[in-house]
């Protein structure tokens, strides 16, 4: 596990969604944090309410990375294939004024990163990669040049409930593994991540319990979270997207937990 260093550090979180502002809410104590968003103001103070303005498409913004020990990528590092070479110009630039080491970046990722042939496969770092997502091709190019990759589970907490994956009719198969983390646990590991970087790695984050969606439904059912007579499944198959998500790698060398626990911890 990382050592843990002194205060101060600066870092600076580009984007202002569900992992950004957690980061930001719950980190301030321990870094000199700066948040930004598209809709940011060129002055903001990099705040929840107020974020400094940052884009990846508009170059002129990118010059906030500079003042910074460490960045937190959270937002898609492509969403068209044409975007890869831009998040790799910006990953370059990043580094332009780093005095010949790399200056720690953190890409937030997906476990669907990973391309799965067998259903219920347990999945690593060293699973293939689905290279048709032009997220992943970004991801993978930056990673190689030096960042870090943090692939995501199910992320929930606060305004993200499991529950409304059922009500909405997000989930068909009962056989279907979940793998989930809890967004305080994502906080954490980030933090873990600010003391010890681990540059050019690739590590997914997930909490490590491996239960099927009729197995979380009957947990769920046992804690009072959704009615006893709850059926919202309408298959179950075998599917080979399926997949239990291994994180032996986070445990050992970046951040062993304890997980927050659902539902028995609640949301």
């Not at 002194?6 to 957690?22: D, I, M, N, P």
């Not at 000199?32 to 303005?53: F, I, Q």
């Not at 990953?91 to 080491?101: A, C, E, K, L, M």
């Not at 873990?192 to 970087?197: F, N």
Request: proline letters at 4%.
């Amino acid at each position: 596990m990382p050592e843990v260093s002194s205060q101060g550090k600066s870092v600076l979180v580009l984007g202002a969604g569900y992992v950004g502002r957690a980061i930001v809410e719950n980190c301030s104590s321990r870094y000199l944090l700066k948040l930004t968003s598209r809709a940011g103001r060129k002055e903001g103070w990099g705040t929840v309410d107020d974020p400094s303005c940052f884009e990846l498409m508009r170059r002129e913004t990118w010059g906030i990375v500079d003042a910074h020990d460490c960045i937190v990528w959270t937002f898609p590092a492509a969403r068209s294939f044409d975007d890869i070479p831009l998040a790799v110009e910006f990953f370059q630039f990043v580094q332009r004024n780093s005095s010949g080491r790399i200056k720690p970046v953190l890409v937030l990722a997906s476990t669907s990163c990973y391309r799965t042939t067998v259903a219920d496969e347990l999945v690593d770092e060293k699973a293939e990669l689905d290279s048709t997502q032009s997220r992943v091709v970004a991801e993978e190019k930056l990673r190689s040049l030096g960042a870090t990759v943090l692939c995501l589970a199910g992320l929930y907490g606060g305004s993200r409930d499991p529950v409304q994956w059922l009500v909405n009719g997000l989930v068909k198969n009962s056989r279907a593994y979940i793998n989930l983390v809890h967004k305080s646990d994502v906080v954490k590991i980030a933090e873990a991540w600010v003391e010890s970087q681990l540059p050019g790695e690739r590590i997914n984050a997930s909490d490590g319990r491996h239960r099927r969606w009729s197995e979380m439904l009957d947990c769920m059912k046992s804690f009072g979270v959704v009615p006893s007579d709850m059926q919202p499944f309408v298959e179950e198959l075998e599917n080979v997207s399926s997949k239990r998500v291994c994180n032996s790698k986070l445990v050992s060398l970046l951040y062993a937990g304890p997980f927050h626990r659902y539902p028995e911890d609640g949301l």
